[in-house]
T-cell receptor
Framework: RKEVEQDPGPFNVPEGATVAFNCTYS??????FFWYRQDCRKEPKLLMS???SGNEDGRFTAQLNRASQYISLLIRDSKLSDSATYLC????????????FGTGTLLAVQP | DTGVSQNPRHKITKRGQNVTFRCDPI?????LYWYRQTLGQGPEFLTY????????KSRLLSDRFSAERPKGSFSTLEIQRTEQGDSAMYLC??????????????FGNGTRLTVT
C-alpha cells in the first residue's frame, strides 16, 4: 500500500463545475500537508498548504481530517486553465524530513 | 531568475553510458532534494542534503546512483551504467530548512532522461 493514495482519475468536468479530490495517508505521525499542481511535462508547483482548520484560497478549498488521515481539495467554478494533475503531498515529519507525493489526480476541464 | 535551475533539460543516452545532472538550488536554501518521476506517477524521493551532508538515501537509489553537494550549493546526480529503466524525469527541489508551511519546497523544471 502506498503511503499517500489518490484516485488517479481522469476527472473530466465541464467548465463551471465543482470538483473534489480526495487523498488518504497512512503515517499518522505526518506533520504537514499540501496540494501541488503539475502541468503536463512541467515541474510540480505548490498550490496550497492544508491546515487542520481547513483553508480557502479563492476558488480552492482544502480540508484535513487527521483522525481519518484524509485530505481533500475542492475546486469551484472550474476553468479550462485548471486542467492539470493535482498531487497530494505529505511531510512525514520526525527524522525523515521529506515530502511524500501521491500519484496525482488528473483533471481535464472541458469547454 | 532566482529559482531552482537544472541542467541539462533533456538527455538521451545509450544503455551502459554514464550521465551526470546538475542542480542549482535557490541560493539561501540549505536543503536540496532529488526526486524521480515516471509517467503516471508522482515524484519519488531519491535523496536529500542539508548543506553538504547527504542525510538520507532511498532504497530506489541503487549503487549505480551517486549524488554530491560538495560545497553545500549546487548538487550533481550521477547514474553509472544506465539502464532503460532509468528513463524518467529527475527533479531537484530546495527549501530553507525542513519543507513545511513556512518553507515550501521549490522544484526545478527537471532533467528528462531517455535511455535507448
Amino acid at each position: 500500500r502506498k503511503e499517500v493514495e489518490q484516485d488517479p482519475g481522469p476527472f473530466n468536468v465541464p467548465e463551471g463545475a465543482t470538483v473534489a479530490f480526495n487523498c488518504t495517508y497512512s503515517n499518522s505521525a505526518s506533520q504537514s500537508f499540501f496540494w501541488y499542481r503539475q502541468d503536463c511535462r512541467k515541474e510540480p508547483k505548490l498550490l496550497m498548504s492544508v491546515y487542520s482548520s481547513g483553508n480557502e484560497d479563492g476558488r480552492f478549498t482544502a480540508q484535513l481530517n487527521r483522525a481519518s488521515q484524509y485530505i481533500s481539495l475542492l475546486i469551484r467554478d472550474s476553468k479550462l486553465s485548471d486542467s492539470a494533475t493535482y498531487l497530494c503531498v505529505v511531510n512525514r515529519g520526525g527524522a525523515t524530513n521529506k515530502l511524500i507525493f501521491g500519484t496525482g489526480t488528473l483533471l481535464a476541464v472541458q469547454p | 531568475d532566482t529559482g531552482v535551475s537544472q541542467n541539462p533539460r533533456h538527455k538521451i543516452t545509450k544503455r551502459g553510458q554514464n550521465v551526470t545532472f546538475r542542480c542549482d538550488p535557490i541560493s539561501e536554501h540549505n536543503r536540496l532534494y532529488w526526486y524521480r518521476q515516471t509517467l503516471g506517477q508522482g515524484p519519488e524521493f531519491l535523496t536529500y542534503f542539508q548543506n553538504e551532508a547527504q542525510l538520507e538515501k532511498s532504497r530506489l537509489l541503487s549503487d549505480r546512483f551517486s549524488a554530491e553537494r560538495p560545497k553545500g550549493s549546487f548538487s550533481t546526480l550521477e547514474i553509472q551504467r544506465t539502464e532503460q529503466g532509468d528513463s524518467a524525469m529527475y527533479l531537484c527541489a530546495s527549501s530553507l530548512g525542513q519543507p513545511d508551511y513556512n518553507s515550501p519546497l521549490h522544484f526545478g523544471n527537471g532533467t528528462r532522461l531517455t535511455v535507448t
